[in-house]
């Protein structure tokens, strides 16, 4: 079984930055990948990371200004969000997939976080 915990939420300024930290026991993990949901939204894709961390993904909304990145010695998975914007506010979760080639939609993951809220102020 595999834990994913999330951190690093909080309210920040319009053009601030933020960085989520996911922080994962159990299994050796493969694929991780971000995802986030505001109130009365579907939850969408935000990034990806493949295991070895080579492969990066992200959806059009956050490129350029996010960055996804994981530290498998530590067994933790990064998201760095820059020049936040309001629209980028919702509760952010971690997720992992058994395989190594990363996913995009959350049917492609096996574990997930309990979240961390992103609050971004204009």
């Known amino acids: 079984q595999v834990q994913l915990v999330e951190s690093g939420g909080g309210v920040v300024q319009a053009r601030g930055s933020l960085r989520l930290s996911c922080a994962a026991s159990?299994?050796?993990?493969?694929?991780m990948g971000w995802f986030r949901q505001a109130p009365g939204k579907e939850r969408e894709f935000v990034a990806s990371?493949?295991?070895?961390?080579?492969?990066?993904y992200y959806a059009d909304s956050v490129k350029g200004r996010f960055t996804i990145a994981r530290d498998n010695a530590k067994n933790t998975v990064y998201l760095q969000m820059n020049n936040l914007r309001p629209e980028d506010t919702a509760l952010y979760y971690c997720?992992?997939?058994?395989?190594?080639?990363?996913?995009?939609?959350?049917?492609?993951?096996?574990?997930w976080g309990q979240g961390t809220q992103v609050t971004v102020s204009s």
């Open positions: 997720a992992a997939r058994r395989t190594s080639v990363p996913g995009f939609s959350s049917y492609d993951y096996d574990y």
């Open positions: 159990g299994r050796p993990l493969s694929a």
């Open positions: 990371i493949s295991e070895s961390g080579s492969n990066t």
